[in-house]
């Protein structure tokens, strides 16, 4: 099937650090739409929006008061309209966050259910412990329990992330009309689709004791149960399937087979899910406080997913992740040609590719020096955590900057001019100081730079059916050299990639479509981090 989500390219924005149109310091829609000939002289054909609804914005706005208003950081009603129709006329789509395992505590309906007010008295997942203590020894997303005891009900509610993030309750059939009509709230505005958060964990099916494991007890209560896949038919079915509207799930956790569950064309769930594995080709090592890329597995791991599903939602940074040059390239020496390698491999790939804001200027991992300057609430908990297992001050810090979501939230970088153009108040968060040298303004005008590049790329993309819907084959995987190929309808592009500082020699040879060095023609000679497409 031939949809237009297949042929076009995603670019996440993180509102609050997009662009400052009034100077309070948070990016806002306005900023957005200021910005909105940029990313159409970028080619990107979706945006998709971290939440901006009404948030009392303890995570950022995943966590949500009222599902159908704006919160004012960002803007009014008004401003979204406008901003979906000045989109749609630039042929732009516009994708929104559906956050619906939780809600903000401050939403109404947990406000209500507090009270036992009905019908919201069972919207939100509540039981009394025995003897004071929680009623089961589920823990956190975000590090420590998933109870918290509510002094006006009288009883525990679970929360899997902060505990101002209270889980709904999908036994109640009531939550999900709800759910219903705010999805057509949106999609009625003409919003294209949405990005489903953890939506995967929303059923829980018992609330017995989980395995004992360090890390996340209970996910086998709630990891991708029936009761979940019933859900997302029924959303399907009542609701996505009278819209033209496509929807890509954040799905924690999942595997090949569990994700074939959950976006294969007839089961009628998900279009297509984000999974994780990929991001484990940096594992942490606790002796050496340090991330050690294991390329070959990135590699695998990526040749495997490609394989075994029919379509990828390819991503290699998001708001929750780090800056993909720093993670996977070299963000120093070989800045500019692994920032583009990166961007050709990830274009390239079968699937709906997702870029995240400043990864098309090449920006990089924050640097920042100590918690003070940290604002995600997740680094926090996790310090804290860190803190009560006594770890020394220095080492949590180490821990907490080498994975902190701060990272990648940093203000883009429009200029070198104070805080990157991003806002002429104080920004919420601390732009790069790189700012003076990595920014949208001196690349634009640039042609041998990064963001260029990706115009070029995303102009060679949209524009081209074999990549949009050509098949996956690798020809060749090593620990640094990647070549596959893709075809449609008896034509093929190869493509092929280094992730090292080394050089290789591979036997390949043809004249190059695109290639992030100069020489037009590839005799088989890859150089450090260069990427190259040709026919063939
Ligand atoms: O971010 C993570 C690790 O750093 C993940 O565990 C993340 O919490 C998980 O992927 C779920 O993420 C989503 O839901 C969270 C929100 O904080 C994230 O920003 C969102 O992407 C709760 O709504």
Redesign the pocket.
Known sequence: MKAWWKERVVYQIYPRSFYDANDDGFGDLKGILAKLDVLKDLGVGILWL?PVYQSPQK??G??IADYCAIDPLFGTMEDMDRLIAEADKRDIKLVMDL?I??TSDQHPWFQQSRQRIDPYTDYYIWRDGENGNNPNNWTS??AGDAWTFDPVRQQFYLHL?TKE?PDLNYHNPAVLQEVKNLMRFWLDKGIAGFRC??INILFKTTLEDGKRQLVLKGLEHYLSQDGNHDILKELRRDVLDHYDAFTVG?T?FVTPKTARDLCDEDRKELDMVFS?EHMDADAFYIKWFKRRFRSAFFFRTLAKWQTELSWNANYFE????LRSVSRFGDDTRYWKESATMLGTLLLSLRGTPFLYQGQEIGMTNFDIVSMEGIQDV?SHNVYRFLRKLHLPKRLAWRMIRR?S?DNVRTPMQWSGDPHGGFTKGTPWLKVNDNHRTINVATQRDDPDSIWSFYQRLIHLRNNNTILQHGDFQTLKLTRHVFVFQRRYEGQSLRIAVNISHKRHRIPFAGDLLLNNYTQPRFDGILEPYQAVIWKG
């Open positions: 971290s995570d950022n995943y966590d956050v395992n939780h997303f975000f992330f993030q958060d953890v954040e924690v994780f998001n708001h929750d992740q997740e994975s979501r």
